[in-house]
């Protein structure tokens, strides 16, 4: 079945640090890749999403490119802040057509100190 | 506002209770999704509801019984809990065949005493 690896946390970077999050997928077909944010207290808030090979996807400063050859979708960022502190999901679609089925990694968790 | 809303955010109850989550989405949706996050544990998808039909089931305890009345509104009804049923309640919509994703509402936190 599909699967997401996210390399485990929690990550710790000072601000203003670079930032990268390593997710790797196994998947039949051709998913949709999708990184999802947590604040503390708070539900999922989709960050940015590719859907297919070569697309990069980017927002709020985060970038993440849908690499076929090396089944991975690594989530970066140049210049991390306080206010990224959060948990990150990486996340495959199967998009069969129907309720297209999310299957998430376990979260690495990010926190930036002053 | 993330358009998909849950009520209440934060739920305690006891093992002899009986309550009710409720998730409403006003996205125009046809899918909408149950999801359980526990501590240092994946997401774990519970309930997939496709056009108010349950599509997916995912070896969910009977103390757990979703309804979808209709396609903007879900939930959760939960009777004689466990303790390890303590979590955070995360519902989601999406519109079937879009990869847009998912919609995820703020989620229901869960204590079972």
């Known amino acids: 079945g599909d699967s997401v690896t996210q390399m485990e946390g929690p990550v710790t970077l000072s601000e203003e640090a670079f930032l990268t999050i390593n997710c790797t997928y196994t998947?039949?077909?051709?998913?949709?890749l999708f990184w999802y944010v947590q604040y503390p207290g708070e539900g999922l808030q989709l960050l940015l999403k590719?859907?297919?090979?070569?697309d990069k996807g980017s927002n709020k400063g985060f970038e993440a490119t849908y690499r076929k050859e090396t089944t991975s979708f690594h989530l970066e960022k140049g210049s991390v802040q306080v206010s990224d502190s959060a948990v990150y999901f990486c996340?495959?679609?199967?998009?069969?057509?129907?309720?297209?089925?999310?299957?998430f990694g376990t979260g690495t968790r990010l926190q930036v100190t002053l | 506002e993330t358009g998909v809303t849950q009520t209440p955010r934060h739920l305690v109850m006891g093992m002899t209770n009986k309550k009710s989550l409720k998730c409403e989405q006003h996205?125009?949706?046809?899918?909408m999704y149950w999801y359980k996050q526990s501590a240092k544990k994946p997401l774990e998808l519970m309930f997939v509801?496709?056009?108010?039909?349950?599509?997916e089931n995912n070896s969910v305890p009977s103390r757990f019984s979703p309804e979808c009345p209709n396609s903007s509104h879900l939930f959760l009804h939960l009777h004689t809990l466990q303790p390890e049923d303590s979590a955070l309640y995360l519902c989601?919509?999406?519109?079937?065949?879009?990869?847009?994703?998912?919609?995820f509402g703020s989620g229901t936190r869960l204590t079972v005493v």
């Open positions: 509801y496709n056009f108010k039909e349950q599509t």
């Open positions: 590719a859907t297919k090979a070569d």
């Open positions: 996340a495959l679609s199967d998009d069969t057509g129907t309720a297209s089925k999310l299957t």
């Open positions: 998947a039949t077909g051709y998913p949709s």
């Open positions: 989601a919509s999406s519109q079937p065949g879009q990869t847009y994703g998912y919609t």
């Open positions: 996205l125009g949706h046809n899918a």
